[in-house]
């Protein structure tokens, strides 16, 4: 089933359900449910409810309503159809080499150099691709901005800038993979590192019109596909000074025991799920995606004590407004042969749950 931003869902294998509020991915969504978090589900786990039956048809079986608000994110909340803009293809105005494009679009066509200007990611390739961007800072380093896929002949919206912000966008890299269902070659990936010209954003001349974009833009290109190269285990240079492709391969990875590293004895773990404990760099997370962390890192904690026969594990959540806690005996409800209760006060204070395995 195919779910888009702001559909109510009811949850398959648990009781009540939320709001879709972001597409992760073709199988994998984040839902607002009605405490205010954001929590990612598999498609297969959802039901799209009708809120609305049409006209002349009988009530929906499952017409409930669940008191959930979006947030107000439209910069990382994207519906699927939203990141997909179909390009138009108008011979009239000119041929556009096949390749990977910015595409810097003023959202007022009247004042081509004042104004917000959209940027978009163009996919103009028979390819679908999955791409992964970073922008340079000033002081060195990088900062990873986005990463996803786009279709074939189609473009995303990456950002809508204000002039003051061009220069953030003044050296970065593109990282892009290209896939098709059926191919007489496989490509390369693309690492492309890219310079804009500042100076051209404030001329009008800069923008023309194309046979990829509606309106004036200006036109950057990442990539040209003729010049991407291909990658074949029957590929060989022509000449010395050809480079090499490195072709890997595939080798079947042994799971992690993620309990391991946690574990007191042969059958029992502690769990310190406090976030500085799982990340690097705390500060750069709102509390939403802390909370995924936590929650994830728990899930795959007790399924890999399960699958490893532990008898008890202790997971420390803290105190603090106790959400923590919450989802994570929520999370236990679906485990009918567990059993949890308070751990030891005197050892792990009143913020450790201790569950049994049975």
């Given at each position: 089933m195919k779910f888009k931003v702001g559909d109510r869902v009811k949850f398959l294998n648990e009781s009540g359900g939320g709001i879709v509020s972001k597409i992760i991915g073709p199988s994998l969504v984040n839902v607002s449910i009605s405490d205010g978090f954001d929590i990612p589900y598999m498609t297969s786990e959802l039901l799209k409810i009708e809120v609305e039956a049409p006209p002349n048809s009988p009530k929906h079986m499952f017409n409930e309503d669940f008191d959930v608000k979006l947030n107000s994110q439209p910069q990382t909340i994207y519906e699927e159809d939203e990141r997909n803009l179909i390009l138009i293809n108008n011979s009239s105005k000119g041929q556009v080499a096949e390749g990977i494009y910015f595409a810097f679009v003023p959202q007022d066509q009247k004042w081509l150099i004042t104004g917000l200007l959209d940027l978009y990611l163009v996919n103009h390739t028979p390819y679908d691709i999955l791409y992964s961007l970073f922008i340079e800072k000033d002081k060195g380093g990088f900062t990873g901005f986005d990463y996803g896929s786009v279709n074939s002949s189609s473009m995303v919206l990456l950002d809508s800038l204000e002039r003051y912000k061009i220069n953030d966008w003044e050296r970065g890299i593109v990282q892009v993979l290209f896939h098709r269902d059926k191919s007489q070659k496989v490509l390369s990936p693309v690492n492309t590192a890219f310079k804009l010209r500042l100076p051209r954003f404030y001329n009008e001349s800069s923008y023309n019109e194309s046979a990829i974009i509606e309106g004036r833009s200006m036109l950057v290109s990442i990539s040209?596909?003729?010049?991407?190269?291909?990658?074949?285990?029957?590929?060989?240079?022509?000449?010395?000074?050809?480079p090499n492709i490195s072709v890997t391969r595939a080798m079947e990875v042994k799971p992690e025991n993620i309990i391991d590293k946690h574990r007191t004895s042969p059958r029992e773990a502690v769990?310190?799920?406090?976030?500085?404990?799982l990340v690097e760099n705390e500060h750069d997370l709102d509390n939403n995606e802390k909370l995924k962390i936590q929650i994830n890192y728990f899930t795959s904690c007790l399924e890999n004590a399960i699958a490893n026969n532990l008898q008890k594990v202790i997971f420390i959540h803290g105190v603090g407004s106790g959400v923590l806690k919450t989802m994570i005996r929520e999370i236990l409800k679906d485990y009918p042969n567990?059993?949890?209760?308070d751990a030891s006060m005197q050892q792990f204070g009143y913020g450790a749950t201790e569950i049994i395995i049975r």
């Open positions: 040209s596909l003729g010049s991407v190269q291909t990658m074949a285990e029957s590929d060989k240079p022509e000449k010395e000074d050809t769990v310190d799920l406090h976030i500085y404990e567990l059993s949890r209760q």
